[in-house]
């Protein structure tokens, strides 16, 4: 059975980070694009950082660049979403999704199969 569990989200203060982490069964990542998304509460979902199938190309929304980074480990059959310098802004559900052989547009009606997300709260 496909699978997609996320882990890691929690409490922190502004300025601090998080590591997402999500875990793939039933498939192997290699052939699917994969992304994060976030939903928080009163808005639409939007793509935080996607990663194409091939490797080859990285989309990162403009309020998460240069602090966001995503990672792919084949071999684990895992992503991660790596967050520093966490704002309060960035309060929300972070879902992981894939898209079979797919790019790095980060459009959430192009992804296959979701997580059922986890929740990161940053306030002091």
């Known amino acids: 059975q496909l699978q997609l569990v996320e882990s890691g989200g929690g409490l922190v203060q502004p300025g601090g980070s998080l590591r997402l982490s999500c875990v793939a069964s039933?498939?192997?990542?290699?052939?699917?694009?994969i992304g994060w998304f976030r939903e928080a509460p009163g808005k639409e979902r939007e793509g935080v950082s996607c990663?194409?199938?091939?490797?080859?190309?990285?989309y990162y929304a403009d309020s998460v660049k240069g602090r966001f980074t995503i990672v792919r480990d084949n071999a684990n059959n895992t992503m991660y979403l790596q967050m520093n310098s966490l704002k309060p802004e960035d309060t929300a559900v972070y879902y992981c999704?894939?898209?079979?052989?797919?790019?790095?547009?980060?459009?959430?009606?192009?992804?296959?199969?979701w997580g059922k997300g986890t929740l990161v709260t940053v306030s002091s």
């Open positions: 999704a894939i898209e079979h052989h797919g790019g790095a547009t980060c459009r959430y009606y192009s992804m296959d199969y």
């Open positions: 039933g498939f192997t990542l290699d052939y699917y694009a």
């Open positions: 990663m194409s199938s091939d490797n080859g190309r990285t």
